[in-house]
Structures are given as structure tokens and as C-alpha cells.
């Protein structure tokens, strides 16, 4: 029997993929009409995502902001829309994460397309330059944040959902994934513009309190989607968000230095979150994918990946301009 609420250092996409396959397995019964009984290789029947560019698959094209990925060279290496609004030159995490599933593409919720048999296996809120907080990377333009993209899922979706899978939604929910990867944009684009890293506002005192707060406030989300129906949680850690290009080219390394320690004490605070879930929201499961420490080691070492000849390199990295960074290339883009 596995443990319920697990953390682990995923270094490979299949081994979420086993563990997920096993939590599938927990008791989740329903009578909802569900599409393409056989296409998927597990139980799980779709996903909601929410977060900010590192799940966005498109929803900032629909919004008046400046964090936009829908020019090249986002998207290079996209097989199916070059520059879709992925922060990425090709697919991103959750394109990947879909493809394991045996799911399709889930789509952004923002476009207008969204909806009926289209939004039947799951639906993406990711929202570039988005956060934990409110305000977070609103001096970007307009962005989507955590609790507005939970009010979309409550507000719009669950009722479209009821309507196609003829089912309340607390049946249909425990057969589908919520991913959720944010946080990042919260030190970026709003912690680090009030208190620059090198400054001396920048204490530790201080950083914890904020941090604190951005989980305490996760914490409440999560209820909030458990109380909706939701039961397998899959949470990205933050980045090591300092190594971003943007921030390597522009500041100084004690910036660089204390960016990435900031996202380490709230990776921290995430294990002790999900540590404590258990008690809280009773048969859920909840797996932590240590996404600093994926791509602190692409960072590390590149080559088993990059110089790999059996692996045909992408037009991005031929091209030599743009960095390596997680599933994709960021091109001095920001989160
Ligand atoms: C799915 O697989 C089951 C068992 O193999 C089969 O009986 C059923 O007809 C299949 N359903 C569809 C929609 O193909
Ligand atoms: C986090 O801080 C904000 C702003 O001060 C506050 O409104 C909110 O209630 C805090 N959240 C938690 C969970 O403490």
C-alpha cells in the first residue's frame, strides 16, 4: 500500500505516471458518461490546471497584458500551432503530462472554443505572470490569478461539466487530475519589485512572513478544491527562479543567489503543506513534483540531454539563442 501524500524527487516522466496509475486505483466510483472510455491508459479521466506560464497553454493570448507567448520564437518546435501562447518553444509540461495520460491537449479556458465535448477532459486556468497573491504580476497588464481561476472552475465549468458527463460534479471530479503549478511570479513579479534582493529590506524575517502567507493561502485553495470535489492533487515546486535568463542577464549573482533561496524556502514550506493534507482533506492524494530540482540538474548538466546525437536537437537549440530551461526554451521570457 502506498503512502497517501507522497514527496518525490521526480527525475523521469514515467515514474509520476506509475504513481499516479496506483493512486487511480483508490476507491472513486460514478455513473458520469465520460468520453473515450478506452483512450486513456489510466483511470484518470482529465485534468484541471491551474498556475501561471509554466502550465499557461494559451489563455494570456486572451487577455490585455504584456506576458504573452504567442510570438516566435515561442513555440518553434511546437508540432501542432507554432506559438500557441506556450511559454515554451515547444510543449510544455502539461502538453507532457497529457500525452502519459493517454489525454488530448486540455485546452486554455479563456478561448472562446472551450466548451461543450471540448472542455469534457479537463480544461486549462494557467495564466502567465499569475500568482499565489491578487496582485501578483498585475504590472504586467491583466492576468488571471489563482483564486480568479478557481472562480472560473467554480463559476463557469463545473455546471458545463455536470451538463456533458451528466453527473454531479462530485462524482465526476475524483476520476480527474488538479495540477497546480504557481508561486513563482509571487517573488518575481511582486515580492522582489518591493524589496530588491540586494537590498536591506530584504531580510529573512520578511521573506518568511511573505512566504508563509503564500501557503497558508495555498493551503485554503487547495480545501477549497477539495470541498468542490477534487481528490488528486498534482503540485509543481517553484523553479529555481534566479537561474531565469531574464535575471541572469540583468542582475547581479546575490540577486540570482537570493531568488533561488527564496524559492527553495517556499519549496520548504510546500513539503510541510503537503505533509499536513492528509488530516485536513481525508482521501486525497497529493504528489509534489520537485521541479527545482529537475531543472537545477538540466542546469547542472546539460549535455546527457542536449548532446545526446540519438536526440534530434530542436530549431531552438540549433539556433543556439535560446536557453535551456525545463521542457522547453525560455527565451529570456518570464514566468
Ligand atoms: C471499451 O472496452 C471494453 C472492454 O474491452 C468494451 O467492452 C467496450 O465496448 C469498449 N468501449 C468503447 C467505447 O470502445
Ligand atoms: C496573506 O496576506 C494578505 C495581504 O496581507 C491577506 O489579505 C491574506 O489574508 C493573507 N492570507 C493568509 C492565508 O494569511
Partial sequence: MMTKNMVIALSRPHVL???LLASSLMQCHSRCNFLDENLS???????FVFGSSVVDNGNNNFLQT????????????????????????????????AKLLGLPFIPPFL????????????????SGGSGIRDET?????????????IMAFEGTTLGELEAELGCGSKESLCHFLFVVGTGSNDYSFNYFLQSPPDSDADTDEKLQAFTSNLTASLSQYFQKLYGLGARKFVLMSVNPIGCYPYVKASRPMVRVQSMNRAARLFNSNLVSL???????????HVVVVNAYKIIRDILKN?????????????RAARSGRWHRAGTGYFAGGVG
Avoid at 111 to 126: C, E, I, Q, S
Avoid at 137 to 149: A, I, N, P, R
Fill in 41 to 47: 491508459t489510466t483511470n484518470i479521466k482529465g485534468m
Fill in 66 to 97: 504584456s506576458t504573452r507567448a504567442n510570438y516566435l520564437p515561442y513555440g518553434l518546435d511546437f508540432p501542432v500551432a507554432p506559438a500557441s501562447g506556450r511559454f515554451s518553444n515547444g510543449k510544455n509540461v502539461i502538453d507532457l503530462l
Fill in 137 to 149: 504580476g498585475s504590472v504586467t497588464g491583466d492576468v488571471m490569478s489563482l483564486k480568479e481561476q
Fill in 302 to 314: 546539460p549535455s546527457p540531454k542536449v548532446q545526446d546525437s540519438r536526440i534530434p536537437r530542436s
Fill in 274 to 284: 503537503v505533509n499536513d493534507l492528509p488530516a485536513r482533506l481525508p482521501h486525497s
Fill in 17 to 19: 505516471f506509475f504513481l
Fill in 111 to 126: 478561448d472562446p472554443l472551450t466548451k461543450g465535448l471540448r472542455m469534457a477532459r479537463g480544461v486549462n486556468f494557467g
